[in-house]
């Protein structure tokens, strides 16, 4: 679900890279972007999907504690 809310550009990013395999150099080649624009998307959308993962579990944890 994190994966889906990603920005469309971001997404189609995260999963040529994580689900398709492809390298930073062939996403960039294939969408018409930089290879420095291919790993801000990268290191946003996992930032993002970091943040709405652990923040929900340490609200829980601490809710259990």
Same mark, same amino acid.
């Given at each position: 679900?994190?994966?889906?809310?990603?920005?469309?550009?971001?997404?189609?990013?995260?999963?040529? +890279?994580?689900?398709?395999?492809?390298?930073?150099? #062939? %996403?960039?080649?294939? @969408?018409?972007?930089?290879?420095?624009?291919?790993?801000?998307?990268? +290191?946003?959308?996992?930032?993002?999907?970091?943040? #709405? %993962?652990?923040?929900? @579990?340490?609200?829980?944890?601490?809710?259990?504690?």
């Amino acid at each position: 679900r994190s994966i889906e809310g990603l920005p469309k550009k971001c997404h189609q990013v995260f999963v040529l +890279s994580r689900y398709v395999g492809l390298e930073n150099a #062939e %996403i960039s080649k294939k @969408l018409g972007i930089s290879q420095r624009t291919v790993e801000t998307h990268i +290191s946003n959308a996992i930032r993002r999907i970091k943040s #709405e %993962i652990i923040f929900p @579990l340490i609200l829980l944890m601490a809710a259990f504690s």
